[in-house]
C-alpha cells in the first residue's frame, strides 16, 4: 500500500477518535452548530476580506466544474460556511442537510469531513464516502485545503463537494491550486497594502518638510512633487506629474553629469522660470540608484532663499534683543529723543542717529525695530567702520562665485539680502568709503542690491537706521561723506544727547547697573558712599553711557570702590554735537549751489533752511528739488510739512 494512502488512513483514523471524544453522533444529519438572522450576516461581515479575495477564483473554479454535479464551499477558519455555489440541483440536495451559510464544518459540529478535518490537521485532504465520520454524508467525496495568511495562519477552507461516485484525485489538485490563487493574492494584496502604507509615510514626511520637494527619473520627467513645491512653482500639483522638469530647471541634465563624476550637488543658488518670471531658490539634488548602483532619477530639494537667511539670521544672533523698555532715563532732553524714536517706529523711513560714542544708538535702533511690523525679521548690525574697504563692497552686498579670488564657492549673501523684510543699522557710516556711498545711495534709491560680478538686480525691502558720531555737514564739506547721500539717510534725523546732558540720568543708570553687574558677577551689591554718588553726578562721562557701564563693574569687582578715579579735566570741553560751518565772511555757508546757510544751526534747523533756500534758486519746481536733496518727492512733501514750507 502506498504511503499517501497509509497516511490518508491515520489522518482518517485519528480524526474519527477526535469525534468520538466530542461526542458526535453518526446518526445525526444536520451540523450542531447554525448561526441565524444577524448573526450570519454579521459573521459574513467579519470574514469580508476573504469572501473578497476568494470569490474571484471560486468563479473561476465553478466555470471548471459546471454541470459536473460539484458544489463549492468557503468556510472561515473556524469551518463556518460563507459562501456556497454551485448546480441548482446539487445546492438544493445540499441544503437539505443544512449545508448552508451560517454552518459550522468543523469536525466538533459535523464530524470528520474534508473542510473540518482538513482546518485540524492543516493540510489538504479528500474525504470519501464512509471515511465522513457520521452516516449521512457517506453520499459526498470532499476535497479541501486549508487557506493562510501572510503570516501562515489559517483564516478558511476552501471545499469541492460531489457525489461519492465522482471521487478522483484530480479534484483535490483542483482545490489546492485555487487555494494557492487565493493565498497568492493575499500575498500581493498584503504587498500592496505595505506599499501604500510606505508610499503614506513617504508622502508624509515630503509634505512636512520645510521644502519643495521634487522626485524625477533619468528622462527628467517628474514622478512625485509635493504641495510646497508646487505652491512655490505657482501651479497645481497634477500638472506637475509625469511632465519634463526642463521647463522650470533646464540645467538638470548637467546635475546628472555631475552625479556620474561623482560630484555633489547642494546648497546652490539657482533661478526658476516661474509663469516667465525668474525666481531665485536655494537648491539641491540627490540621485536615486537602482540596486546594480545606476542612476535612475533624482531627487530636488527647494528652498526660498529669504526662509534660509530667516533661519540663519534666528540662529546666528541677528535679531534685536533691545526695545523702548529696556532703555534707562528720565531726563527732559533724552525722553524726547525715545518719544521720537518711538513715534517713527512704525515708519519705513530712513533714520539718521548722531551722538557721541557709547550714547546708545544702536540701543535705541534695536528698540525702534522692535517696536515696527518688522520686528519678527531680521536686524543686521554692521559696523562700516571695522569692515576692511576691500571687504565692505561684499559684505554689504553680497557677490557671486568666482568674482575675486577667495570669494565663496556658490557665492554670497550681502547683509542687504540677509536683512531683506527687516532692518540693517549702519554704524559708523561716516567712516563709509566714498566709492561706497555712491553704492549704498543706488540702493536706497533703487531698492534692490547687484551682487560683486553678477548682473541680476536683487529686490530688498530693507529699512535702514544709520549712526554716526561724526559731524556729517563738515564731512560733506570737507568731501569725505556724499551730500545726496546725507540728505537720503537723514529723513529722519535723530540727535542722541550725551550723557553730560541728561542729568538725573546718571545716577539711574549708575543704579540699574549695579544691580545687573552684581548679579551678572554673583557679587553682593557693593556700599556706595555719598562722596561716590557726588563724584558720579558732577564726572561728564566723555566715554557716555559706556563708560559708566565698565565703571560700574570695576567698583562691584572692588567692593564699593574703583581701581581708577573720575575726575574731570581742567577746562574739559562741552562740546554739542551741532552742525558746525565755516562762514564765508557774511555769516553765511555757500553750498555749491550758492545756497546759504547760517552757522551754529541745529541739524534740524540747518535743513529746514536748506530746503528754503532750494525752493527760492528752483522757483518751487518739486521735481528739481527732491532730485538735488536725493530723496523722493513724498519724502520733500513729509518735510515741507513739517516745516511748514508752503508753495508759492
Request: proline share 4%.
Amino acid at each position: 500500500m502506498a504511503s499517501k494512502e497509509i497516511k490518508q488512513r491515520e489522518i482518517i483514523k485519528k480524526s474519527h477518535q477526535r469525534c468520538e471524544e466530542y461526542g458526535v453522533n453518526k446518526e445525526q444529519v444536520f451540523p450542531s452548530i447554525i448561526l441565524k438572522g444577524d448573526e450570519v450576516s454579521d459573521h459574513l461581515a467579519q470574514n469580508d476580506y476573504l469572501l473578497r479575495v476568494a470569490s474571484p477564483f471560486i468563479d473561476i473554479l465553478y466555470d471548471a466544474v459546471t454541470n459536473s454535479g460539484f458544489f463549492i464551499l468557503l468556510t472561515d477558519n473556524e469551518g463556518c460556511i460563507l459562501r456556497s455555489v454551485g448546480d441548482s440541483e446539487i445546492i438544493e440536495e445540499s441544503e437539505k442537510l443544512n449545508m448552508v451559510v451560517g454552518a459550522y464544518m468543523n469536525e466538533k459540529s459535523i464530524g470528520t469531513n474534508a473542510m473540518g478535518t482538513a482546518i485540524s490537521e492543516n493540510q489538504p485532504i479528500q474525504v470519501t464516502a464512509s471515511e465522513h465520520f457520521i452516516s449521512a454524508y457517506h453520499r459526498w467525496t470532499c476535497s479541501a485545503a486549508p487557506i493562510h495568511n501572510c503570516n501562515g495562519e489559517i483564516i478558511g477552507s476552501l471545499n469541492l463537494t460531489g457525489e461519492s461516485h465522482l471521487v478522483h484525485p484530480h479534484t483535490l489538485g483542483l482545490v489546492v491550486a485555487a487555494v494557492r490563487a487565493i493565498k497568492n493574492q493575499i500575498i500581493a494584496d498584503n504587498t500592496l497594502e505595505k506599499l501604500n502604507e510606505t508610499f503614506s509615510y513617504l508622502e508624509s514626511i515630503i509634505e512636512s518638510v520645510s521644502a519643495g520637494i521634487i522626485a524625477l527619473d533619468i528622462n527628467g520627467k517628474i514622478k512625485t512633487i509635493n504641495n510646497l513645491a508646487a505652491s512655490m512653482l505657482k501651479l497645481k500639483k497634477e500638472v506637475f506629474i509625469e511632465t519634463s522638469v526642463g521647463k522650470i530647471l533646464p540645467h538638470w541634465k548637467r546635475i546628472v553629469e555631475r552625479f556620474k563624476r561623482g560630484e555633489s550637488y547642494v546648497d546652490v543658488e539657482t533661478e526658476f522660470s516661474v509663469n516667465g518670471i525668474r525666481e531665485r531658490y536655494d537648491l539641491s539634488a540627490y540621485p536615486i540608484f537602482d540596486p546594480n548602483k545606476k542612476i535612475i532619477g533624482m531627487v530636488v530639494v527647494i528652498k526660498v532663499l529669504q526662509k534660509i537667511f530667516n533661519l540663519v539670521n534666528k540662529y546666528s544672533g541677528m535679531r534685536a534683543h533691545y526695545t523702548f523698555e529696556d532703555i534707562i532715563g528720565k531726563s527732559p532732553e533724552f525722553r524726547q529723543v525715545i518719544e521720537h524714536a518711538t513715534q517713527i517706529s512704525g515708519s519705513t523711513s530712513t533714520v539718521l542717529l548722531m551722538g557721541e560714542s557709547g550714547t546708545g544708538k544702536e540701543l535705541i535702533a534695536q528698540s525702534i525695530h522692535n517696536a515696527s511690523p518688522r520686528k519678527n525679521n531680521a536686524f543686521i548690525a554692521v559696523n562700516c567702520g571695522a569692515l576692511p574697504k576691500n571687504l565692505i563692497e561684499s559684505e554689504l552686498f553680497g557677490h557671486e562665485e568666482g568674482a575675486f579670488t577667495g570669494s565663496k564657492k556658490g557665492g554670497h549673501a550681502g547683509k542687504f539680502e540677509l536683512a531683506n523684510g527687516g532692518t540693517i543699522f549702519l554704524d559708523e557710516i561716516g567712516e563709509m568709503p566714498l566709492d561706497m556711498q555712491v553704492n549704498l545711495l543706488r540702493v536706497l534709491q533703487e531698492g534692490y542690491v547687484t551682487r560683486i560680478g553678477g548682473s541680476k538686480n536683487i529686490p530688498v525691502n530693507v529699512r535702514v537706521i544709520a549712526a554716526t558720531k561724526k559731524n556729517l555737514i563738515e564731512e560733506v564739506k570737507k568731501g569725505t561723506f556724499r551730500e545726496d547721500l546725507f540728505y537720503r539717510l537723514s529723513v529722519i534725523p535723530l540727535f542722541i544727547p550725551p550723557l553730560r546732558k541728561r542729568g538725573d540720568d546718571k545716577k539711574a543708570l549708575f543704579e540699574y547697573f549695579l544691580k545687573v553687574k552684581a548679579q551678572k558677577l554673583s557679587k553682593p551689591f557693593p556700599p556706595i558712599s555719598q562722596q561716590l554718588i557726588g563724584q558720579i553726578e558732577s564726572y561728564e562721562w566723555p566715554g557716555n553711557v559706556r563708560e559708566l557701564e565698565n565703571y560700574v563693574e570695576n567698583i562691584v569687582n572692588f567692593n564699593g570702590t574703583s581701581s581708577y578715579s573720575i575726575v574731570n579735566p581742567p577746562n574739559s570741553a562741552d562740546i554739542d554735537f551741532k552742525a558746525s560751518t565755516m562762514s564765508n565772511g557774511n555769516g553765511l555757508e555757500k553750498h555749491s549751489d550758492g545756497i546759504g546757510v547760517d552757522p551754529g544751526f541745529t541739524l534740524e534747523e540747518l535743513e529746514r533752511q536748506t530746503i528754503e533756500e532750494y525752493f527760492k534758486n528752483f522757483e518751487g519746481n518739486i521735481s528739481k528739488i527732491s532730485r538735488k536733496l536725493g530723496i523722493s518727492r513724498t519724502t520733500l512733501y513729509s518735510k515741507m510739512k513739517k516745516y511748514d514750507i508752503k508753495t508759492n
